[in-house]
């Protein structure tokens, strides 16, 4: 398969560590905040991932304690700091829209319960009027 020439290179920063970090922080805000699936358009968040990208970036912390730079730590600190806040404001939202679903929607056994209620009580008015005729 030929590449195609036509496309302007795309020039990528040089691999260090904070753009290494920066590509990790990058997933996790995509798993946070939802992109969209190229074949159906549903936007796509998955809590799961987010927290296994931060859970990844707090082990780096951990693994490289004492041997980055001032502003290599200062950035992992401040971008850890954004990404566990981001995930405590979505996993609360989620939580929020999951309570808003079930009180807006009353659950189907309810109904049904209601609906054998008025039969039931329906028949026993019928009952009441044969007997006393």
């Not at 609360?92 to 049904?112: F, H, L, M, N």
């Not at 609906?115 to 039931?120: G, I, K, L, R």
Request: without cysteine; glycine residues 4%; charged residues 30%.
């Amino acid at each position: 398969m030929e590449e195609n020439t036509n496309q302007e290179e795309v020039q990528l920063p040089p691999i260090d560590f904070i753009a290494f970090i920066t590509d990790l922080i990058t997933t996790a805000h995509l798993y946070l905040h939802g992109f969209k699936d190229p074949e159906t358009d549903d936007v796509i968040i998955n809590l799961g991932l987010a927290k296994r990208m931060i859970d990844t970036v707090e082990m780096l912390q951990e693994k490289t304690k004492g041997n980055l730079t001032a502003p290599e730590s200062n950035f992992l600190t401040n971008s850890l700091y954004e990404l566990r806040m981001g995930y405590v404001r979505a996993v609360a939202a989620q939580k929020d829209t999951s309570e808003r679903e079930e009180t807006e929607d009353p659950p189907e056994q309810d109904t049904q319960n209601e609906d054998a209620n008025q039969t039931e009580t329906a028949q026993t008015h019928n009952e009441e009027v044969t007997s006393n005729s």
